[in-house]
């Protein structure tokens, strides 16, 4: 089993900036992917970024590219989603998950998931 915590996330302004971070605990060695999806309130999940195991690749929701950067350390197994120029509409609560297959950007290519953890954007 996998294990995820996610950091605390906040109330922020808009225009603000945010860190979330979600550190993987467990048997890491069969994680490959590691991902953030979003959950605003009566949506869908939706995702949000997405990077290997490696750190060396990327990929991100249009909604988010340019504004948030998905980044890893590997010493501490763990995987940070720094979100700028927040928006109201990133209000949501956001999932750390991870993948034995890879970066993926689909909930059904992830195996583990954490708590979640609430980020409101006000305006």
């Known amino acids: 089993q996998v294990q995820l915590v996610e950091s605390r996330g906040g109330l922020v302004q808009a225009g603000r900036s945010l860190r979330l971070s979600c550190a993987a605990s467990g048997r890491t060695f069969s994680i490959y992917g590691m991902g953030w999806f979003r959950q605003g309130s009566g949506e869908e999940r939706e995702f949000v970024a997405t990077?290997?195991?490696?750190?060396?690749?990327?990929y991100y929701a249009d909604s988010v590219k340019g504004r948030f950067i998905i980044s890893k350390d590997n010493a501490k197994n763990t995987v940070y989603l720094q979100m700028n120029s927040l928006k109201p509409e990133d209000t949501a609560r956001y999932y750390c998950e991870a993948s034995r297959k890879g970066p993926g950007s689909t909930l059904r290519e992830y195996d583990y998931w954490g708590q979640g953890t609430q980020v409101t954007v006000s305006s």
């Open positions: 990077i290997s195991w490696s750190g060396r690749s990327t």
